[in-house]
């Protein structure tokens, strides 16, 4: 059955996770130049080519977490497990939300000193990250209600 409602809200959460990976999570000003923070890694805005350092962590965690998506659909006669996956992906994207908006900036900015009299502005489209855990969490618990409802008509039997 994979027509039901939580395999649309695991394919919006995998869909705006991939998307995720390929917007600018923000950029870093300084006063000689300009840098561009992705989940890849911070580079040069593009009239001068370099990469500051690389960041593939918050990248894999993000692919990660669209693959579990992705499985978690396809496990659909097997509801627990589905409800497991879903609940570990949540706290797998958390933790990529954290890394990308909380430990990675303040690595940077105490790591190089290139960056230290330097101003971070995010990208106002990151905030998009919001929609993959509420799709994660809707999924969990219409995934909870149809378990509910085979319980029930098995008790009826």
Known sequence: MIQRIQTVYLFVAFVV???????????????????VFTCFNVK???????????????????????????????KFKDRMKQS????FNMLVFLIAIVMMIWIFPDYIFKRNAVLANSTFRFN????????PPVAMF????AIRND?????????LR
């Open 124 to 131: 106002k489209w990151i905030m998009i990250f919001v929609l």
């Open 147 to 155: 378990e509910k409802k085979v319980r029930a008509a098995d008790r």
């Open 84 to 87: 497991r996956i879903v609940s």
């Open 44 to 74: 040069l805005i593009p009239p001068m080519e370099g990469v500051l350092m690389n960041t593939l962590y918050i990248a894999l965690i993000l692919i990660v977490s669209a693959c579990m998506s992705l499985y978690a659909i396809f």
């Open 138 to 141: 809707l999924a969990n618990r």
């Open 17 to 35: 996770t991939i998307v995720l990976l390929f917007i600018p999570i923000g950029k870093i000003y300084t006063p000689d130049s300009a840098y």
